[in-house]
């Protein structure tokens, strides 16, 4: 199948047979980059989130910009001649990636083991709730109750209210990336190692944000310490937090280093801090850290969110405006990046959707074609890829295999 591509991963060809957000992100952050990916969607149904929220005239307002670039076959694989067609493709095929419940595709006959018979040099990629093996691998698992596990949650929110689940699928797509990542990484041995093979890729959606913890780890680990939740970088860095400028808005701001401090007092004509024994340094600001912010947040209550961030850019001091949807559609560090940019959709006319990155300076990522439509390339993949006739690919839709 001839197919016109851009990016480093062109010419790499991936099936899709995952369903939701975690493993189909990362699919689309490899087609995002010039891989052809194939989503295998079922029949008349298609992936979940086709009917997930939020909508507009009933349209999923999501897929646009998580299904982009993937071309959709629909075959019902487990049904015995939707599993011949799916061998096939596997042949034709650098990647797999899948999140069916642990031991879904063994029962259908269709495990590694079976794949890698078919093509020896295949890179499997599983996602599951909490990994293919441990007494819990059986265990339905979705992005909200898989960040709960990781200890995330624990650790958000303020100590004298409940803990806060993240307000969007935050797991799934740090999962994604994770996805997107191994996949590259078992491709990159299976090209450069002695031998010409493949291998699988597989994680639990919780080891994904538990493995940016190892703050807690170690702290538990050394100090037996069970880190109460806190609404900031409690524990890290003085001052460090969120705070109303005169003008009624919010500002993030934080000095993680001695040297970024020494540009805040700067700024704030408080060098006498920096002599100061309670102030000098990060560990003893943390230790005084009260006081430290009500020094920061009465200073900053003087002037206009412009007004602050305008004098702290100016010393070098982090901070930002926390941001609305519509303050990021307006912002011109968005618009030079191309961090939104839009898409076609047959019935909306078009979407706007997040942009490209990372950038490559020589084989940049492209959108290079909408997301698809249920089945769209059922024709174009069963007929000039596989090499199905017209009256062979008719008999099939007939019987629901596709």
């Not at 199948?1 to 062109?10: A, E, R």
């Not at 190692?193 to 699988?200: A, F, L, S, T």
Request: charged fraction near 30%; charge should be negative; glycine fraction near 10%.
């Amino acid at each position: 199948m001839t197919v016109k591509s851009f990016g480093p991963l062109t010419g790499i060809k991936i099936l899709d047979i995952s369903t939701m957000i975690a493993a189909p992100f990362g699919a689309t952050l490899l087609a995002d980059f010039g891989a052809e990916v194939i989503k295998v969607e079922l029949p008349n149904k298609g992936d979940t989130l086709r009917t997930v929220g939020p909508w507009k005239d009933g349209e999923a307002l999501r897929w646009p910009g998580l299904a982009r670039n993937k071309k959709s076959l629909t075959l019902d694989i487990r049904t015995d001649e939707g599993k011949k067609i799916f061998k096939k493709l596997i042949t034709q095929s650098d990647i797999l990636i899948e999140n069916f419940r642990p031991g879904t595709l063994e029962k259908w006959g269709l495990g590694y083991e079976e794949l890698k018979k078919e093509n020896p040099e295949l890179v499997m990629v599983r996602v599951s709730g909490y990994g293919q093996t441990g007494p819990y691998r059986e265990k339905a698992g979705f992005g909200t109750p898989g960040t709960a596990f990781s200890g995330h949650t624990g650790i958000q929110g303020y100590p004298d209210r409940p803990p806060v689940s993240p307000s969007y699928s935050l797991l799934d797509y740090i999962t994604g990336v994770y996805v997107a990542f191994g996949a590259l990484a078992a491709l990159y041995h299976r090209d450069t190692g002695e031998e010409k093979e493949g291998q699988v890729v597989e994680m639990g959606l919780y080891e994904s944000i538990f493995r940016m913890l190892e703050f807690l780890v170690a702290e538990f680990d050394q100090n037996n310490k069970v880190r109460e939740r806190s609404p900031g970088l409690s524990g890290h860095s003085s001052p460090a937090g969120t705070y109303e400028t005169k003008d009624g808005k919010y500002a993030v701001l934080v000095c993680s280093t001695d040297s970024t401090f020494d540009r805040l007092a700067e700024a704030m004509e408080r060098e006498d801090m920096l002599e100061d024994d309670r102030y000098y340094t990060n560990s003893e600001r943390l230790k005084h850290d009260n006081d430290v912010q009500e020094i920061v947040s009465t200073w900053i209550r003087q002037f206009t969110m412009k007004e602050l961030t305008d004098k702290l850019d100016e010393f070098g001091v982090p901070v930002s405006p926390i941001y609305t949807i519509e303050d990021i559609f307006n912002d011109p560090q968005y618009k030079a990046r191309e961090n939104i940019v839009e898409v076609e959709h047959p019935r909306l006319g078009k979407v706007k959707v997040p942009g490209i990155v990372p950038k490559f300076s020589k084989t940049p990522g492209a959108i290079r074609h909408r997301a698809p439509e249920l089945g769209e390339h059922n024709e174009e993949i069963l007929g000039e890829a596989l090499g199905l006739s017209a009256e062979e690919i008719s008999v099939l839709k007939e019987q629901g295999i596709i």
